[in-house]
């Protein structure tokens, strides 16, 4: 493409949230951990190795009868309350900063599980009810 010549209106988003498509024979529950598999298709946060943390689903994205890319999902980046795994895998204050890896679709872990869990983002803070984790694709790959 040729440089310009003159002004354009270039597309933009805001990063409130992001767009992306559905994998296969997939459900996202609004509120859920969603993460993206190595095909670059959503699906919701789970034990499995091979993804990475994107947000939370910010309505109900049904792909349970159709093909990979069938329907999109609108994803929230940003910090998230997740719930909190139990003994040897639970987050304490000392792992703000550190990588949190799914368990499911709201529960996050210390441990990558003997390498059978995906990162899911950077912990932000642990409180009474939970992990509040920073949802940011980027940084979480880079992570």
Known sequence: MAALTAGRLTPR????????AVAASTTLFAGAMVMRNAA????EGQTA??????????AEANNSGGSAGDI????????FRMANSASTDEITIADIGAVAY???????AKTDG???RSPAGIVSDVD???????FDEALTAAS
């Open 13 to 20: 988003r805001e990063g409130d949230y992001i767009a992306g």
């Open 40 to 43: 670059g298709y959503l699906v």
């Open 49 to 58: 190795t091979g993804l990475v943390g994107v947000g939370v689903a910010d």
């Open 72 to 79: 999109t999902a609108r994803v929230r980046p940003g910090i």
């Open 114 to 116: 003997s390498s059978s």
């Open 102 to 108: 799914a368990v499911d679709d709201q529960t996050v």
């Open 128 to 134: 009474d009810q939970g992990v509040w984790i920073r």
